[in-house]
């Protein structure tokens, strides 16, 4: 996953400290003139290097982050306060995706002001005596220092930032996608665990407390998504707070089919008057951006479809995961209604 191998962000005082250690080691080894400027070059390709290696290990988030895992990172970030609490900044300034991306532009700079130093004194090395080149390699580990203490706030926001996206869900933007929705308890992780032949793989999730139901599938050489996000699509929007609802809203990017599981049984435990209600809500939200939504109610096994005292459905599909009933008619509709086709390499 794009977050899932970040490094992690070393302190102020602990890249210092590697640094000035490896460099007395260096100078051990050498004599005289050359002990110094093998103890500042030693000092400042490891300041300069690691700076540039915290920035590098990222990605871009203009070009190499979907807009799926891009909203995700941003809904995360805004309730991160990035860096140290005691701080005086304004805290809005260190939070959410932009709060990142300062906090690196920031490290960034400093990685050049190291090599900078670093080329600066070790003119001054070769141009003096023993004595003086002690003198200027001490006053280049300061300035090293200072430079390295000046964003040691921007490298714990950042090692923040790594410990809070780190666990995101592995779930592959590019793959066709069918997010199974509604209420809890309706079916959705039966059916996703049934057509995928496996049992579902559960991919922790910053915004809900069970996990998200992951499934994977293939048809004609092409592998499918099959989604379930309790704690985002299982509930009316109104009941959602506004990360979740940020969360909710990067599934629009992912989605390229929504399959709204009703329960008319009762055995939900939900009036099916409320699940119409969210499924009304699910697909004013999907069919605003043209992603097919397909209604199915399940379990009608124990349900009559004739029975008059229900609301009007308005199903696409009656449908039973427990005895199969329309299982594979569910699932061919979400293939054919995605209409995948994957792009085919050149030909000359």
């Known amino acids: 996953m794009i977050f899932e191998d970040l490094p992690t962000t070393p302190t102020s005082e602990e890249l ?34 690691n700076l540039e290696n915290v920035v590098t290990a990222w990605p871009d988030f203009e070009y190499d982050v979907s807009p799926f895992y891009m909203e995700l990172a941003e809904a995360i970030l805004a309730e991160v306060t ?10 809005d ?12 532009s920031r490290v960034s700079w400093a990685a050049r002001q190291t090599e900078e130093i670093q080329r600066e004194y070790q003119s ?49 933007p590019d793959e066709p996608t069918i997010v199974v929705a509604g209420y809890p308890n309706v079916g959705k992780s039966s059916f996703v665990n049934t057509v995928t032949r496996a049992r579902g793989e559960t991919a922790s999730y910053p915004f809900t407390t069970k996990g998200v139901g992951l499934g994977h599938l293939e048809r004609d050489h092409i592998r499918y998504q099959l989604v379930d996000t309790p704690g ?13 609802s940020q969360a909710a809203s990067a599934i629009e990017h992912l989605a390229d089919c ?41 379990k009608v096994d124990r349900f009559d ?44």
């Not at 007395?24 to 050359?34: N, P, V, Y």
């Not at 300034?93 to 690196?104: E, F, S």
């Not at 005596?129 to 714990?156: I, M, N, P």
């Open 16 to 49: 210092i400290d590697k640094a000035f250690s490896r460099a007395s080691r260096a100078g051990r080894a050498q004599q005289g003139l050359e002990a110094q400027q093998s103890m500042l070059q030693t000092a400042g390709n490891i300041v300069s290097d």
């Open 232 to 244: 985002l699509l299982d509930r009316p929007p109104a009941e959602r707070n506004e990360i979740e």
């Open 82 to 91: 990035l860096g140290p609490e005691s701080v005086a900044d304004d805290e």
């Open 93 to 104: 300034d260190r939070n959410g995706v932009d709060g990142l991306r300062q906090a690196l």
């Open 305 to 348: 479809p004739d029975d008059e005292s229900l609301p009007a459905l308005d199903a696409d599909f009656l449908m039973s995961v427990e005895t199969g009933e329309n299982v594979e008619a569910v699932l061919e509709a979400a293939i054919d209604a995605i209409d995948y086709e994957p792009e085919l390499p050149f030909e000359g």
């Open 124 to 172: 001054k090395l070769r141009k003096t005596d023993v004595d003086t080149a002690r003198k200027h390699r001490k006053q280049a580990f300061a300035r090293l220092a200072d430079v390295v203490e000046q964003v040691d706030v921007d490298l714990r926001a950042i090692n923040d930032a790594r410990n809070a996206l780190r666990d995101l869900p592995e779930i592959n």
């Open 258 to 298: 929504v399959l709204v599981f009703l329960d008319p049984s009762g055995g939900a435990g939900y009036p099916i008057e409320a699940q119409l209600e969210l499924r009304d809500a699910i697909a004013a939200q999907f069919e605003s951006i043209e992603v097919p939504v397909i209604t199915v109610a399940n």
